[in-house]
């Protein structure tokens, strides 16, 4: 854990610092010598005091968070926290910075505004600490047993500002967004009171227990810190509630607000494929750690995506037609499995390297290739062992993914592992190169990696054991323990080598750690597993259902690009035929062979371009600039799907089949 007390330069120790400290020194620096050089305190109204360390022990009192989520028309949520204080003096406030599931220090605090701090009905002032923009330094006055702080969540208005999280038929509350806390504790051990304003005729659902509810006004019963802000709300006008665990041991509901009330009709098939799931999770794991789970499903267009994890609940934003056009929508069948395998792994078992004191502690994500990779993994086997996706889309799906890895020319300078470092560094914002920078890949060639461990397993064993038996002795241990449990890369080899013996350290330090020109992708899995990757020049019904879908174009494999349904290009492949021919995301393709550009003209061009004699023309305009490109490519169309291997067993249709126990 990095520590949050003010580092002083060298071994030089700053006035601010040593004042702080009780050492009596003026806030002067010392000359500066060719060694040391001078070190200033800040230019502020005050010094400011170290950020206390966190320590495991009670936070006094209850903190009352009130939130009015009524200005629909201007997406902004209004705040009144109270917050008990142990004394007067030197107080520091953290607005959390490093989230849960974001994997990264994301905390949205341009969109805190308006902060007032008040005790005993007079002003507080605030000052924001220089070296950790999410911590204000408060002082406390004699005689205050509380103070009061009031802001603004602002939501944003348009998406090009942020996650839209307020619209007028449905809200989101994250409640990290929306409060401070005392710096110097656990989150475990500051219990917070919430309390929220809805608009009139509004339903919500959320993963705490209701308290008092007066007209519009609900509040819940106490929380710790870590609890709620590991418990969002949907909120909406237009809302459904279905029992996805009926006569079960533990609650499991999906709570659902969309843009349009049309959007909640689900068939009576398509609730059973959900309580499937539920069903397939049960056998898969055999143990629940959670008292209830609720699904947060927001049907929209509206309201920013979302797809994040919580112990008893995940917030899930999906298609309109996610019922309603169900054989022509598969963009989100996946995402539901895959959020609610999170509350076994990552959230009740947990990277140690995640393990941390509060929301402004570090997080490490070491480990996020099981956290999320193995949740790739499964969200997709259960997918397709409940129904929410055929086993043959299921087998597309990961041809596709297959496709994109073995091409992932990245891997020639940047290994895997160190993908786990991008939330971090990048942020997800958008990359112009991703086949060569590479991105948060630890999750889906984290799936290719354990579908590699589930076929190895099954070969070892004769078919006898599986990577279920890892699942069941990893996260389904200790019925009904909601308490974090943290593991090391080497509980993971340990419970792996528990399964079947086996060098698994060097099996996954291997494909994890694998980078430069021999590097090659780890797809053994699928051929254990009695499948290889091919190509043919017609793509699976799977990807041509989804990228009609998604509005894309797919000529990654033939030219080296994928176009949108205005010929745009948004993504280019690192060292392919456009990528020589000097073609770059955003360029617009307006002609092909002569003739105004569209998708099927391209695809019929490559494939006449099988004639050597037959080049493909295209016409590029680049901002106010047009460029003719030939390409001398005669390959074809190429699209991947994946083809049998004959006397190799079926394994992957193992694996994809639903669980009878």
């Known amino acids: 854990m990095k520590t949050m007390k003010r580092a002083a330069l060298g071994s030089a120790c700053t006035a601010a610092l040593c004042l702080s400290a009780g050492l009596g020194l003026s806030a002067v620096p010392a000359p500066a010598s060719a060694q040391t050089p001078a070190v200033a305190p800040p230019a502020l109204p005050s010094l400011l005091p170290a950020i206390p360390e966190p320590v495991d022990a009670a936070y006094p009192g209850v903190i009352r968070l009130e939130v009015d989520a009524t200005n629909l028309a201007q997406h902004i949520f209004q705040v009144t926290e109270?917050?008990?204080?142990?004394?007067?003096?030197?107080?520091?406030?953290?607005?959390?910075?490093?989230?849960?599931g974001n994997h990264g220090p994301v905390g949205p605090i341009s969109q805190l505004a308006g902060l007032e701090i008040t005790a005993n009905g007079q002003p507080v002032q605030w000052v924001r600490d220089t070296l950790h923009p999410y911590a204000y330094h408060v002082n406390v006055p004699a005689g205050a047993d509380q103070i009061v702080v009031r802001l603004q969540h602002l939501s944003p208005t348009a998406g090009n500002q942020g996650r839209v999280t307020m619209t007028p038929e449905m809200l989101n509350i994250q409640w990290e967004k929306m409060l401070l806390y005392p710096a110097g504790h656990w989150s475990r051990n500051i219990t917070v009171q919430p309390t929220v304003?809805?608009?009139?005729?509004?339903?919500?659902?959320?993963?705490?227990?209701?308290?008092?509810?007066?007209?519009?006004?609900?509040?819940?019963?106490?929380?710790?810190?870590?609890?709620?802000?590991?418990?969002?709300?949907?909120?909406?006008?237009?809302y459904r509630q279905l029992d996805l665990d009926p006569n079960g041991r533990s609650p499991v509901r999906a709570n659902i607000v969309a843009d349009d009330a049309d959007?909640?009709?689900?068939?009576?098939?398509?609730?059973?494929?959900?309580?499937?799931?539920?069903?397939?999770?049960?056998?898969?794991?055999?143990?629940?750690?959670?008292?209830?789970?609720?699904?947060?499903?927001?049907?929209?267009?509206?309201?920013?995506?979302?797809?994040?994890?919580?112990?008893?609940?995940?917030?899930?934003?999906?298609?309109?037609?996610?019922?309603?056009?169900?054989?022509?929508?598969?963009?989100?069948?996946?995402?539901?499995?895959?959020?609610?395998?999170?509350?076994?792994?990552?959230?009740?078992?947990?990277?140690?390297?995640?393990?941390?004191?509060?929301?402004?502690?570090?997080?490490q994500n070491s480990l996020l290739w099981v956290y999320e990779g193995q949740t790739q993994y499964y969200g997709q086997v259960i997918?397709?062992?409940?129904?929410?996706?055929?086993?043959?889309?299921?087998?597309?799906?990961?041809?596709?993914?297959?496709?994109?890895?073995?091409?992932?020319?990245?891997?020639?300078?940047?290994?895997?592992?160190?993908?786990?470092?991008?939330?971090?560094?990048?942020?997800?914002?958008?990359?112009?190169?991703?086949?060569?920078?590479?991105?948060?890949?630890?999750?889906?060639?984290?799936?290719?990696?354990?579908?590699?461990?589930?076929?190895?397993?099954?070969?070892?064993?004769?078919?006898?054991?599986?990577?279920?038996?890892?699942?069941?002795?990893?996260?389904?241990?200790?019925?009904?323990?909601?308490?974090?449990?943290?593991?090391?890369?080497?509980?993971?080899?340990?419970?792996?080598?528990?399964?079947?013996?086996?060098?698994?350290?060097?099996?996954?330090?291997?494909?994890?750690?694998a980078s430069g020109p021999d590097a090659r992708a780890p797809l053994d899995g699928l051929e254990r597993g009695g499948w290889r990757l091919a190509f043919t020049d017609t793509p699976t019904d799977y990807q041509k259902t989804l990228f009609r879908e998604l509005g894309r174009n797919d000529f990654t494999y033939s030219l080296g690009f994928q176009t949108t349904s205005a010929n745009v290009i948004r993504a280019m492949q690192w060292d392919s035929p456009a990528f020589r021919a000097g073609l770059a995301i955003g360029m617009e393709i307006v002609a092909v062979n002569g003739q105004s550009a569209s998708a099927d003209r391209i695809a019929a061009a490559i494939t006449a371009a099988k004639d050597p004699a037959k080049p493909v023309e295209l016409i590029v305009k680049d901002d106010d600039r047009f460029r003719t490109i030939r390409f001398d490519y005669h390959d074809g169309l190429r699209y991947p799907r994946l083809e049998r291997i004959e006397g190799v067993p079926d394994r992957l249709g193992d694996i994809l089949t639903p669980r009878r126990n």
């Not at 919500?204 to 810190?225: E, H, R």
């Not at 309109?320 to 009740?348: C, V």
């Not at 891997?411 to 470092?421: I, K, S, Y």
């Not at 200790?478 to 993971?492: C, I, K, L, N, Q």
């Open 82 to 100: 109270t917050i008990p204080v142990k004394s007067a003096g030197p107080m520091v406030l953290f607005f959390p910075e490093w989230l849960p």
């Open 197 to 238: 304003t809805l608009p009139t005729g509004w339903s919500y659902g959320v993963a705490l227990d209701a308290d008092a509810k007066t007209g519009d006004v609900q509040s819940f019963k106490p929380v710790s810190l870590e609890v709620l802000i590991d418990s969002p709300m949907f909120a909406g006008a237009n």
């Open 263 to 363: 959007s909640l009709k689900a068939t009576d098939d398509q609730v059973k494929i959900l309580r499937d799931m539920v069903v397939q999770f049960d056998r898969l794991y055999g143990a629940r750690h959670f008292d209830r789970y609720d699904f947060l499903i927001a049907m929209t267009d509206k309201l920013g995506g979302i797809g994040l994890e919580h112990h008893r609940s995940s917030e899930n934003s999906v298609d309109p037609a996610f019922f309603t056009g169900w054989a022509t929508h598969l963009g989100d069948r996946d995402l539901l499995s895959h959020e609610m395998n999170h509350s076994w792994n990552g959230k009740w078992r947990r990277p140690a390297d995640q393990y941390v004191p509060n929301f402004n502690s570090p997080l």
């Open 383 to 513: 997918a397709a062992r409940s129904g929410l996706l055929s086993k043959q889309q299921a087998m597309d799906a990961l041809a596709m993914t297959a496709a994109t890895f073995q091409a992932r020319v990245g891997r020639e300078w940047r290994a895997m592992q160190d993908t786990t470092n991008d939330p971090i560094i990048s942020q997800r914002r958008p990359k112009g190169w991703l086949s060569w920078q590479r991105d948060e890949d630890y999750y889906s060639e984290g799936q290719l990696i354990w579908l590699d461990i589930d076929t190895t397993i099954r070969e070892k064993t004769g078919g006898r054991k599986s990577l279920d038996d890892f699942a069941r002795a990893f996260f389904g241990i200790d019925d009904g323990d909601w308490a974090p449990r943290p593991y090391t890369f080497e509980d993971v080899v340990s419970t792996l080598d528990g399964v079947v013996a086996n060098d698994w350290a060097a099996f996954l330090r291997t494909r994890l750690d």
